[in-house]
């Protein structure tokens, strides 16, 4: 009997080591692919046991390596508001009264007012709006004289100066305030006339912030584009659509919380509330509140748990909602207004506590569209393994995207059983490709993976994904041995 244990064992420990080799040599075989001859990859794949003690890098490719991230940078972002704003943080955006003005106080919360989420709940970009309105008239208040918006809790810097500057009129790359709505955009809704006759348009919200200058005509391809002025919020609508859109058209504005105040006067008044002042803005009415100054009544709290702001971050990769929870840890760790530089700093501490190198990651933004982030597989892994590991476990992976079911993974690995068994963040930007995230094996066991891809060539990003889906196919199979 204990011939045949020792045999056991030393069978069960030469296939364990060959399945490693045999994940080497896979790996190794897909990172061979012509595409990949000048570009620059870093691979970490980490074993994470039960306890952390017990986690193991089986594998590992360049990956002290510090490399672009895209959009993998969410994963640090994400990971970091869990350590310092913590599961159950919530934010909070006041309506306050003082006197006969109404005053907005954002909290920085990039859902408010998000027509793509709320269009799931059966609410609209002005809901939370219109309630209060509703609320207001149910008191009796048929005036108010301004109505304030303070945004103090993020500085004034509405734009990265690492973004894009010919982008920025964008979905994604939204302008970033302390008082934020509809994702810091208007969307366009068309609907052909005659051909050759100027496209009707309906706007969500419905607002006087923005100037639209249509010059789009209905017939003809299906290209419709959207631009803004810089610095202004003239809109020109031009291009042809022979059909109209059921999905909306974007367009960002200019200065989001003078966009929300106006909104929401706008819908007082939609409401019969008479507003005899201005929309305006006044960052000091956020400080009176919370110091218990006397005048101010809190009218109506609008509360969204973090949870929903990550899980909007990973799965559907919002940069907005990423600056907006990293400019939040820079409020929370810094106790002033939150700004890119204290974001990245209260980041790196975070880093610089899980054991992470100083040389292994550089945080520029909190969303990944900066190309002056950089970060190695190796530190990624060690994020990701520490999130394993701890009680934030539940909420970081429940916003990642899921293998072909959700999120921007929903189209990945298709014709695979790996479908609902990866959960990860996706990343692009151009010539930069990545997926990290965690794999469940067939075998139960779970693994930590990061997968970076730098200088790959333009217009190559279905092979990259493609590679990729390779590797984390390669991790699943080694965890059950060949036969």
Same mark, same amino acid.
């Given at each position: %009997?204990?011939?045949?244990? =020792?045999?056991?064992?030393?069978?069960? /420990? *030469?296939?364990? $080591?060959? $399945?490693?080799?045999?994940?080497?040599?896979?790996?190794?075989?897909? &990172?061979?692919?012509?595409? /990949? @001859?000048?570009? @620059?990859?870093?691979? @970490?794949?980490?074993?994470?046991?039960?306890? #952390?003690?017990?986690?193991?890098?089986?594998f590992a490719h360049q990956a002290d390596l510090p490399l672009i991230p895209a959009s993998n940078q969410k994963l640090l972002t994400t990971a970091a508001a869990l350590e310092i704003l913590g599961e159950k943080f919530t934010f909070r955006t006041l309506l306050v009264q003082h006197g006969r003005d109404l005053v907005l106080i954002g909290d920085g919360d990039p859902t408010f007012g998000d027509a793509e989420m709320l269009r799931k709940a059966g609410w609209g970009v002005t809901t939370v709006f219109d309630n209060w309105a509703a609320q207001l008239t149910r008191q009796q208040v048929r005036t108010v004289a301004n109505v304030l918006v303070d945004d103090s809790v993020f500085d004034e810097v509405l734009v990265h100066p690492n973004w894009p500057a010919d982008q920025l009129h964008k979905r994604y790359v939204a302008q970033v305030a302390g008082m934020n709505l509809n994702a810091n955009c208007v969307d366009f809704f068309l609907q052909v006339r005659g051909a050759g006759? #100027?496209? &009707?348009? =309906?706007?969500? #919200?419905?607002?006087?912030?923005?100037?639209? @200058?249509?010059?789009? %005509?209905?017939?003809?391809?299906?290209?419709v584009w959207l631009s803004r002025q810089p610095g202004g919020n003239s809109v020109m609508l031009r291009g042809t659509t022979p059909t109209g859109n059921k999905e909306p058209v974007s367009v960002t504005v200019h200065d989001p919380a003078m966009f929300a105040a106006t909104v929401l006067a706008e819908r007082l008044a939609a409401a019969g509330i008479q507003v005899t002042g201005t929309a305006?803005?006044?960052?000091?009415?956020?400080?009176?509140?919370?110091?218990?100054?006397?005048? *101010? $009544?809190?009218?109506?709290?609008?509360?969204?748990p973090i949870a929903v702001v990550l899980a909007r971050t990973n799965k559907d990769s919002m940069n907005l909602y990423a600056e907006a929870l990293l400019k939040r840890m820079g409020f929370a760790a810094s106790g002033r207004s939150g700004s890119w530089e204290s974001g990245a700093a209260a980041v790196g501490g975070v880093l610089k506590r899980l054991g992470v190198d100083a040389g292994q990651a550089r945080i520029d933004d909190g969303c990944g569209l900066s190309r002056q982030n950089a970060v190695s597989a190796l530190a990624l892994c060690s994020v990701l393994s520490h999130c *394993?590991?701890?009680?934030? =476990?539940?909420? %970081? %992976?429940?916003? &990642?995207?899921v293998a072909g079911q959700d999120g921007t993974l929903d189209k990945r690995f298709e014709g695979s059983d790996l479908r609902g068994r990866v959960l990860a963040k996706s990343g692009y930007i151009r010539q930069v490709s990545a997926l990290s995230g965690y794999l469940r094996a067939r075998n139960g066991s779970w693994y930590a993976f990061s997968i970076l891809m730098n200088n790959v060539p333009e217009g190559s990003n279905w092979r990259m994904k493609a590679i990729q889906e390779q590797i984390v196919a390669a991790i699943d199979a080694s965890a059950s041995p060949r036969r």
């Open positions: %009997m204990k011939h045949l244990l =020792r045999f056991l064992v030393v069978a069960v /420990l *030469f296939c364990g $080591s060959l $399945s490693r080799a045999d994940l080497a040599g896979d790996i190794r075989a897909a &990172l061979a692919d012509k595409l /990949l @001859q000048k570009a @620059q990859v870093g691979v @970490q794949v980490v074993e994470l046991g039960e306890r #952390p003690e017990a986690a193991r890098t089986i006759e #100027p496209v &009707l348009f =309906r706007m969500e #919200p419905q607002t006087d912030y923005v100037r639209v @200058q249509n010059s789009c %005509m209905s017939g003809g391809n299906d290209a305006a803005r006044d960052r000091t009415v956020r400080q009176k509140v919370l110091q218990g100054e006397k005048g *101010f $009544s809190v009218v109506a709290v609008h509360e969204t *394993f590991h701890s009680a934030g =476990r539940e909420a %970081m %992976m429940a916003s &990642l995207a």
